[in-house]
């Protein structure tokens, strides 16, 4: 991985670690539906921009919506939606390092989401990544004070809930036709906005945003959906899947960061202790080994 795309990817993570301190902000005042309604549409519109502006260059952006309309279906309600919801839902009572946490289990997710959709057993290593993934969770929130909090359990399992349903939307795309990867973004973002509709009577605004709640809002939209997306699939198509998959490692330790800066977060033991046991983890499920590691394992061999 080239200096380039090493820093596309850490910008990638600091902001889609920025996502849970902008929801943090936000879902409090506006509450989950209207939030995520305003996200993925505002998203969508930037999207439809970029689309506008490769277009006039010649590049093309088609969504061909006759063909793939239920591939943007499903992906858009897996991939954004419902995720989207539950992890707003659950940023009214959980903290922004907490929630990055619990986003980082989609992986570990996925190796399950993967066996049963292949029909394949999960390997010893996974299995014991999966046993580490859930001690991490339980001692990162079992010893966090916001776990005391009303219905913050019921928050935990939202978040859980969306992070499984980020391995759902993986496992779909890995089987679906082909299609372009800024197309993906673009169409599934449309798909959500018509998604997230029917949920806005039932989570209407408890408060008035105010121009801070605003530009939270304006950030979760165009910075953590459209601009991430297109650096997301820029990392795929320049270093592969596998490679961009060290992102997820990367997002808890931004989350943690600007909880603890933006919102005076408590960091405690636990939190470094539990975080670290969910990363390690989900490299073992993934099969991810860092570049410097592999290097040497290949010329022992």
């Known amino acids: 991985m080239n200096t380039v795309n090493m820093l596309r990817l850490v910008a990638l993570a ?22 995520i309604e305003y996200r993925v549409l505002f998203a ?10 490769l277009h006039r260059r010649g590049k ?27 992890f707003a839902f659950a940023a009214r009572t959980l903290s922004a390092s907490v929630l990055s946490v619990l986003n980082a289990t ?54 859980l809930v969306a992070a499984f349903c980020y ?32 949920a806005l009577p039932f989570f209407p605004s408890p408060g008035e945003p105010t121009a801070g709640i605003w530009a939270a809002v304006l950030a979760l939209g165009v910075v953590c959906s459209g601009i991430a997306y297109i650096l997301y699939f820029k990392l795929i198509e320049e270093v592969g899947t596998t490679s961009a998959l060290t992102v997820t490692f990367l997002n808890p330790m931004f989350g943690i960061l600007w909880g603890a800066i933006f919102l005076h977060e408590v960091i ?5 202790l539990g975080s670290s046991i969910v990363l390690v983890g989900t490299a073992l499920v993934t099969g991810f080994v860092p570049s410097f590691l ?5 010329q022992a061999k």
């Open 60 to 86: 093309g952006t088609s969504l061909d919506l006759r063909q793939h309309w239920k591939h943007y279906l499903v992906l858009g309600f897996f991939n954004s939606a419902l995720p989207f919801l539950l």
């Open 268 to 272: 405690g033991w636990h939190t470094l």
């Open 44 to 53: 969508a519109l930037f999207l439809a921009g970029v689309s506008w502006v």
């Open 167 to 198: 391995s759902i939307a993986s496992q779909y795309a890995k089987s679906a036709k082909a299609v372009a990867p800024f197309a993906n973004a673009h169409g599934s973002m449309w798909a959500a906005t018509l998604f997230v509709i029917p």
């Open 294 to 298: 592999r290097a040497p394992a290949a």
């Open 14 to 35: 600091a902001i889609w670690g920025g996502s849970f301190l902008f929801m943090r902000i936000a879902a409090p005042v506006l509450g989950p539906a209207v939030l």
């Open 106 to 159: 989609a992986p570990m997710f996925g190796a399950l989401v993967g066996a049963v959709w292949a029909r394949q057993a999960v390997s010893p290593r996974a299995a014991l990544g999966l046993v580490l993934g859930t001690v991490g969770v339980g001692l990162l929130v079992g010893f966090d004070h916001v776990s005391e909090r009303p219905g913050a359990m019921v928050a935990i399992v939202a978040a």
